[in-house]
């Protein structure tokens, strides 16, 4: 059986919004973010009251367009 590599107890729920893994801080998901995905670009962003992580799009780091 397959284990997670994400930090025990940070994950809180599912958002009722996008349906996405919500945590309660930023740095919380930002931690889970470079602990499941090493070495990849992604930003911690607001939902709601709580916090998912995502990869940067393309034109957003190229500097094409600012960030949401």
């Given at each position: 059986m397959a284990t997670s590599r994400a930090p025990k107890g940070l994950y809180v729920g599912?958002?009722?919004i996008c349906?996405?893994?919500?945590?309660?801080t930023r740095q919380d998901a930002r931690r889970v973010g470079r602990s499941l995905y090493p070495?990849?670009?992604?930003?911690?962003?607001?939902?709601?009251e709580y916090?998912?992580?995502g990869h940067i799009p393309q034109d957003v780091r190229r500097g094409?367009?600012?960030a949401p």
């Open positions: 599912t958002c009722p349906h996405k893994h919500q945590y309660r070495g990849h670009v992604l930003r911690a962003y607001r939902c709601g916090w998912h992580f094409e367009r600012p």
